[in-house]
């Protein structure tokens, strides 16, 4: 079948296997000795992660049984294709929810690990990682190993972040979230510009338990990063129980529906959508934390040509030159991209490959045309100026020697890889585009 990540670029045709237990994965594995393969969850990370052009894929979608659920204590033990949104529809109303949440309830636990991902509550609840109490890792060579922060504790750091390539996830134990009701309390305001909202992210992260700012990607001069920002924290009371409302894109748009003049008119109706005096909501958790999701499909807008996301990290002391540096090229470059987004992140993860550290992150699409990589370029090398990292779960055009510069654990992560799959039978299209493995004989056959 052909796969391609979130933004639909690249795509890869590959040999897909989806186990219905886990006891057929190993039989799976044994198959795929010459072409390498690598799992697959919601397929929710946007570029050539879950991707293995002409080799296998392994699809954990029914993998997704909840093992364990202790009420007392919230440990959750479930497969690695159990999504977010499962999570959330299952325990909240005993008072639980994940104790980390990527933008999206479509993506799976098995790949919240893989990129140790990061939620609106960075800076007090660190990294998905951080909740994770053990993994059962299934290796190269068939065999399950249960790896936690005190068993084999190397290959657990580099299993956190470590984007398949050291294994199959196939059951984890993770802490959640005790909270006092469904809603959050959400407080929206605007802001002016870049240097207003600098200060607010940095007053918010102190204050609130989420903090979120969305950035007008279009606005030049005094209103470069004028946006909205939002706040919020638990609710003390329930809301009565609505499911969120879905729409769907029920096709690709054309390309030329996405101009700047579109986007600006979309972008300036909402900021204006918040008034000048802000306002304050009790809102469902599930809308606060997954709004995009109540578009289905929406990377359909983007054509069929698809679009890359960029987004870095840019640590606290050199954060307001590197956003604003980032935001004057994306400007000039007048690329028609709806809101950025921009948060703090609270430290570094517990994977050597984790993206987070201390500062500010900026996040914003790029649609996919000729000249997108050379601004991917000056975007990278911005970052690398200012001591920044590119996120790999939404990469799919950083270069090597970038890579290598941003990742200063890379070194201990390759050793590892080396001691549990010498023969790299867990490979993706990053992973050989990154340089992290070899290419295997078979794909060096096809190419000659
Ligand atoms: C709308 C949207 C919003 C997002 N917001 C955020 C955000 O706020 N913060 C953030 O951090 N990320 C965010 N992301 C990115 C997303 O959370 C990550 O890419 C996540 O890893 C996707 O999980 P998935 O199940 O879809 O994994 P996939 O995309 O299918 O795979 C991602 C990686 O996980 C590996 N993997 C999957 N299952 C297993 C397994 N069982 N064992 C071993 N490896 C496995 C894959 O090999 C691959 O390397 C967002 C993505 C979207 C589309």
Known sequence: MVLGGWGRAPLATVAAFRPERVSELRQALIKTVESGTVARGGGRSYGDQALNAGGHVVLTERLDRVLGFDRVTGVLVAEPGLTFNDVLHLFLKHGWQAPVSPGTGFATLGGAVANDVHGKNHDRSGGFGDHVLWLDLMLADGTTRRISPTEHEALFRATIGGMGLTGVITALAVQLLKVPSNAVDR????????????????????????????????ARGRRLGRGILETADPAPNDLPATALKHRRVPLDFPSFALNPLSVRLFNAAYYRR???????????????????DSLLDWNRIY????????????????AERGIRALLEAITGARKASFLAVLKTLGGEGRGMLSFPTRGFTLALDLPRRADTPDLFGRLEHITLDHGGRIYLAKDALVSPAGFQRMYPRLSEFRRVLETVDPKSRFTSDMARRLLLKPPLASQIDRAA
Do not use: N
């Open 187 to 218: 407080f929206e305001c605007r802001i002016v510009d870049l240097d207003d909202f600098m200060t607010a992210l940095s007053d918010a992260r102190a204050t609130s338990f989420y903090s979120v700012g969305w950035i007008d990607a279009l």
């Open 303 to 318: 054509g069929k040509r698809g679009f890359h996301q960029f987004q870095c990290v840019i640590p606290d002391g050199q």
């Open 274 to 292: 918040v008034p000048g005096r802000g306002r304050s909501r009790r809102v469902p958790v599930e809308q606060f934390l997954y709004p995009l």
